[in-house]
Each structure stands twice: as C-alpha cells, then as structure tokens.
C-alpha cells in the first residue's frame, strides 16, 4: 500500500504490464501441471483473455451508461430524470443471470432481420446494462458530494453550467465515486462468469467442460478460482493506484493555490 501510494503511476504501469503477461503466458506454466489442467492449459487461456475482454468492455460501457443514468437521475427535467430511475430501478431489482438470458433471447427477436447478435455481444451488452445502473449510484452520490457552496459561487463568478461541471463537479466527484467504480469493476470480473449460461467460452465454462471430461472438479475449480483471484488482484491494483494518483493530483493542487 505504501509503494502504490508513492508511485500511483509506476503501479498502474506494472499492473498492465503484468495483466498482459498473464493472459499471453498463463498458458506455459500451466501446461506444466499434471491433467486434467495441462492437457487443457490452452483452453483456459483462452478462457481467461473472452473473461478479461467481456470485463474491459462491459466495463467501458458500463461506465458511460452510469455517468449518464447517474447525471440523469439528478437532471431537472422530469422525463430524463424519471427515465434514469426507472432504469436503475429495473437492473437492480433483477438478476443478473435473468438479463443475460433475456438478451439473448430476447432482444433478437426485436431486431430487424438483418442483425444478428453473437454471445459475446449479448453478453456484453447484458453486463455493460447491470454495471452502468450500479455505477450510476456511485456517480450520483459523487455528484451530490460536491458542496452547494461551491456551485452557487461558480455561478456568482458567472460560470456556464459545462464549466462548472468540468471545473467544479466533474473533478470533485470522480475522487467520491472512484471507489464504488472500482468494486464494481471487480465484481464485474467475476459476475462475467455468468455468461457462460449462454454458451459463451469463457473461464468458467472452460472449468466446466474440462472437469466434465475428466471428473476432476477439484484441481479444475481450484485453478479457476486462483485464475479469477489473480484477474481480481490486477485490477483492484489497477484502480487503487489510479485513485492514489488522483489524491496526489488534488493535494498538489490545494498546496498551489
């Protein structure tokens, strides 16, 4: 904790750096163990690289989906903010598993005939849904952080409502939701392993078929465990010096002015 809160950017290069290796190498070391994991180390790479890719993307949009469902709930018009409620409203009252299942089977049948959803896409869009009505909570609160004060003197100097979000709000705010942000992400990572409900290969369905194979669920859910642990661990470091980074930003800022 205290090299993360010292060098926040060496952190964050070192857990990139160490997350891609992990993905393109964890296949060596684990060819290296006896079966059912060697024979199938192949597999649980690339297992491990569709989990990491469903997090990443679904995290991606997820995040704007909850900046917007999150500045909407606070907006002043009533359609915009009933709508973002309501949004929130309907992802957190319902499984996870039940909208993956729904927009699979589902959200085609109310496509237009020449498009065609893969898994993954479903998948991703189903997680990209529940993480954005999550982070749309952090989003608020982090808004609502912000002291009244400071907007209505913003507002004195005669700001315009975009700089006082970029200014004032924005940077404020980011700091208050950062960690709700980051619990999300990793819990992301792990709630991913519920599209394998709908066929797509990743980590945990790699353990299932290989422990369906060779009747070994031990060492093959073990390892998965560990896999996902890892996964975990690279992005909470990830995120945490991100943060760390953030605070040292602010406190340079407040020593200057």
Known sequence: MNWT??????VMTAAMLGLLLFL????????LAPA?????????????????????????IGTVLGFLAGVGRLSKVRAVRWLSSFYVWLIRGTPLLLQILFV?????TLLPGGIVLSDFA?????????AGAYNAECVRAGILAVPPGQVEAARALGLSPLQIFQDIVFPQSLRVALPGLANNLASLVKDSSLAYAISVVELTMVGYRVQAESYQPVPVFLTSAVVYLI????????TGALEQQMDRGTRRSEATA
């Open 5 to 10: 809160r010292r060098h926040p950017v060496w």
């Open 24 to 31: 393109w190498g964890m296949a060596l070391p684990l060819s």
């Open 36 to 60: 059912p994991i060697g024979p199938a180390a192949t597999q649980f790479a690339e297992g491990t690289r569709v989990t990491v890719a469903l997090t990443v993307v679904a995290g991606v």
């Open 104 to 108: 699979w089977l589902v959200v085609p």
């Open 122 to 130: 479903c998948a991703v869009t189903a997680l990209a849904l529940n």
């Open 231 to 238: 996964l975990t661990t690279a992005f909470t470091t990830l």
